[in-house]
Each structure stands twice: as C-alpha cells, then as structure tokens.
C-alpha cells in the first residue's frame, strides 16, 4: 500500500532534507556547526524534528519511515564527519596535494639487535659451550666488592675520585657507594654465596669517571670470567682463553700473551690478537682484548676460600673492543648516539 497522509508527508521532507545536505557546502568551521545545529540539534534539527514525529504515521507505514528517517541521519552524520575533518585540516595545516589518506613514501626502519648486544650474546654463548654459567650482580656497589676484597690497597689510584664515581665517598671508616668499575664484585659476591668449584662468567656494564673520546667512554661493558677448583693451572686458562679467540676471532687469528699487572691476580697476564690494517706501515698492529691471571691468594682468604687447597684464575675482557673490531667501527662513541644511519648498518 502507497504510502499517503502524514506517512507521505514524513518521507516527502525527508527527500527534500537530503537534497538540502548534498548542497551544503562545508568549507569551514562555522559551516560545519551550522550544518549540525541545523540538522541534527537536539531541539531545532530538522531530522530531530522528523524522527519525533514518527508516532504520527499510521502503524503500518512506520517502518518505513523509520528506516527512511534513520538513513538521512546517517548520512547527514557521515557528512558532518567529513566537514569536521576538513575543516581541521585547514585549521593546522595546509592541505596538500594527492590523497593524504594514502600510506607515507619514506623509508620505514624494522627493528635490529645492537652490535653491543650481539657481541655479548655471542661471547656468553662461547663460554657457555665451554661450560661456564652466568651470574648477575648489582651495578651499584660498595667500596668493599669493589676494590677491597679484590685486593686494591687502601691508596690504589682506582680508589680516587677522578676514576671512579662515587655516590657516597668512604669516610669514617665506612665504605663508600659508588658505580661499579669492573664487573669483578659479582665474582666476590658468588664466591660468598657458595662453595668451590667455581665456573662464572660475569657480563655487565661498568662505569669510569674517563674523557669522553672516540676511543673512550663513561660506561662500557664488561665479561669476567673465574675459575676456582682444585689444581687449577695458568695452562687451563691459556687453553681456555685460546678456545674463546679462536671461536670468536677465527680459527687463523694470531695472538700473544704478556705479562702484565693486576691487583687480584699473580701472576697476571694480557692477551693481544694481531689486527690486520692494510694502511698501517707494518700491516697491522697488535690489539690488547683482555687481562688476566692465576687469582691471588688475598683475595680468595678474603672470601673464606683456602688458597692451600684451592687455586683459580680470572679474565676479564671489554665488549666495546671486540664490537669495534669485528664491525670495522673506528669511534665508540657511535653505540651510545642513537644514530638511524649507525643503527640500520645491523638490520
């Protein structure tokens, strides 16, 4: 049945409201709040004004209009919508050319593991694969862990303040706190904890009060490792250390030991690897990677272990150098800068 009476009169509006909306030209803020008051305030809209007057139309015809009145709505709101979204367009920024909705031409960048991670995720599992653990220690320290029980005497240069930083200087006879230096008072703090045999690595950052150059830093990271067993030899630490190189260096990297100097070990040793440099005079030049030694006895009285029945060796070894050499990278300062150019090098 044709709709007729109030039923037609209702939808005869509602067509000549919807020819009204195609003509609204919504080219600025006013106009857009004026469309809205016009036609979908809560008292003077004009569609408001229709859906209340639904309850007029004979029940049989009230579908329709129903359905006829809540389309214009949508439509009216869709355009509404759109006049807000233009007109903030034109209220922050220029509109330019194309299609804005359209995904950006610049280069995206996907995610990468940063070459300090991948070179301590490398080494861990080198000596993991030689059976050693991980053990893990605060970065905050006390001046005990730190130097004390590593055999530092009371006046060690390492102690000043323009070495290391200090959160609170020792005084009074306490210790001070400060950032640790060396990743060594984990070795201290796991030789407390338990009873030989020992067989740690130690990975971590540490921190010097340095010059800020292309060859040092503020912070870096560190792997100590420590071995504490009966008959244990400065040759199981030469073979392990060979074993370590050669897997992360190559199985053709050539490499030295020279006697060195450090507080907790004696005898004490560092490694050099033969870094190949086709612009230097020589060919290459040889590169420190890391100390070590057989552990002093001090240090393991310090912690409750008998150095008559027991004996241990220790290394330690920065990551920042090995990174720099394996990635060719010449100045330390770019793993700390956040650099895209830098970064996407590892993707």
């Known amino acids: 049945m044709e709709p007729s009476g109030i039923a037609s009169e209702l939808l005869d509006q509602a067509d000549a409201i919807r020819r009204q909306i195609e003509a609204e030209k919504l080219d600025s803020a006013e106009a857009v709040e004026q469309f809205r008051v016009r036609y979908l305030g809560q008292r003077r809209g004009s569609i408001t004004k229709l859906l209340g007057r639904i309850r007029e139309a004979p029940p049989h015809h009230r579908r329709e209009v129903g359905q006829k009145l809540n389309a214009l709505r949508a439509f009216a709101k869709a355009r509404l919508s759109e006049g807000l979204r233009r007109s903030k367009l034109q209220d922050n920024a220029p509109i330019l050319p194309g299609d ?22 490398n080494i861990t599992d080198i000596f993991a694969r030689l059976g050693f653990s991980i053990a893990d220690g605060p970065e905050i320290e006390d001046d005990w862990h730190n130097f004390t029980a590593l055999n530092f005497p009371p006046d060690h240069p390492a102690r000043d303040m323009q070495d290391t930083l200090f959160l609170e200087e020792p005084k009074d006879g306490k210790d001070g706190v400060l950032l640790r230096t060396h990743t060594s008072p984990v070795q201290i703090r796991a030789m407390n904890a338990g009873k030989p045999p020992f067989r740690i690595i130690a990975p971590g950052r540490v921190y010097r009060n340095e010059t800020i150059t292309y060859k040092s830093y503020c912070l870096f990271h560190q792997v100590e490792g420590l071995v504490v067993d009966e008959e244990t030899s400065m040759a199981d630490l030469k073979q392990v250390l060979f074993a370590f190189v050669r897997a992360f260096f190559g ?32 060919g ?12 002093d006895p001090n240090v393991l009285e310090s912690v409750g272990i008998d150095p008559e029945r027991y004996t241990g060796y220790a290394f330690g070894m920065g990551v920042e150098r090995p990174a720099m050499l394996r990635y060719h990278i010449k100045d330390i300062r770019m793993f700390y800068e956040n650099d895209l150019r830098f970064l996407t090098r590892f993707q």
Do not use: C, K, N
């Open 284 to 295: 290459g030049q040889w590169m420190e990677i890391l100390g070590s030694g057989m552990i």
């Open 100 to 121: 804005i909705t359209l995904p950006g031409r610049h280069r995206t960048y996907t995610g990468a593991v940063h070459p300090i991670t991948r070179t301590l995720e």
């Open 251 to 282: 199985e053709h990297v050539r490499l030295r030991f020279r006697p060195s100097f450090f507080p907790f070990t004696e005898p004490s040793a560092e490694l050099d690897i033969w870094w190949e440099l086709p612009d230097h005079p020589a």
